[in-house]
Antibody
Framework: QLQLQESGPGLVKPSETLSLTCTVS??????????WGWIRQPPGKGLEWIGS???????YYNPSLKSRVTISVDTSKNHFSLRLTSRTAADTAVYYC???????????WGQGTLVTVSS | DIVMTQSPDSLAVSLGERATINCKSS????????????LAWYQQKPGQPPKLLIN???TRESGVPDRFSASGSGADFALTISSLQAEDVAVYYC?????????FGQGTKVEVK
């Protein structure tokens, strides 16, 4: 059974870079059928796609966040990562990692991790 | 960007009754080359990640009860719960994956009346 697990600090200061890692188990991140994505959800609000990456390293970002976001993949560790710079309180959210299939949508999700941006 | 608009924002239905959620996209998400609508529906219960229910606008994922059905094409879609069960209380989201910039609807909260 495929599992995804987010990890990273739960509290970041506006001056710090938000860094999260999603570790994939029960399957290979190098499977050519899937992309790997980050989605966030501010408390009490809806879902926002941040970006996705293919195992080859090709990335796709939400234009509204593109200048601040970097997604990378490490196939040797079977994980992918998110970096978000220039954080504000508006970046406070539950951050999810998920697997995306072009024919199905996001079919496997991590449990999510709450990141609070506060000084 | 393709904007996804759901209606209503919330819905209260008696147990055993039908619940219908609508989703409208700002432009068509139908790929004419394969006649597929790139539209998914998700269910999110409190404290949990979203769960994929429907893909290709009307195809149920494995294990999803058949009381969940979905329909529509182009820019107008609907998700129907034919007989609401207590465990169906959740927020439901539609999502288009027609464009690289995937977008979600704002969500519809389904409660028991």
């Amino acid at each position: 059974q495929l599992q995804l697990q987010e990890s990273g600090p739960g509290l970041v200061k506006p001056s710090e870079t938000l860094s999260l890692t999603c570790t994939v188990s029960g399957g290979s991140i190098s499977s050519g059928d899937y992309y790997w994505g980050w989605i966030r959800q501010p408390p009490g609000k809806g879902l926002e796609w941040i970006g996705s990456i293919y195992y080859s390293g090709s990335t796709y970002y939400n234009p509204s966040l593109k200048s601040r976001v970097t997604i990378s993949v490490d196939t040797s560790k079977n994980h992918f990562s998110l970096r978000l710079t220039s954080r504000t309180a508006a970046d406070t959210a539950v951050y999810y990692c998920a697997r995306f299939h072009v024919a199905r949508g996001f079919d496997y999700w991590g449990q999510g991790t709450l990141v609070t941006v506060s000084s | 960007d393709i904007v996804m608009t759901q209606s209503p924002d919330s819905l209260a239905v008696s147990l055993g009754e039908r619940a219908t959620i609508n989703c409208k996209s700002s432009r068509s998400v139908l790929n004419s080359s394969n006649n597929k609508n790139y539209l998914a529906w998700y269910q999110q219960k409190p404290g949990q990640p979203p769960k994929l229910l429907i893909n290709w606008a009307s195809t149920r994922e494995s294990g999803v009860p058949d009381r969940f059905s979905a329909s529509g094409s182009g820019a107008d879609f609907a998700l129907t719960i034919s007989s609401l069960q207590a465990e169906d209380v959740a927020v439901y989201y539609c999502q288009q994956y027609y464009t690289t910039l995937q977008t979600f609807g704002q969500g519809t909260k389904v409660e028991v009346k």
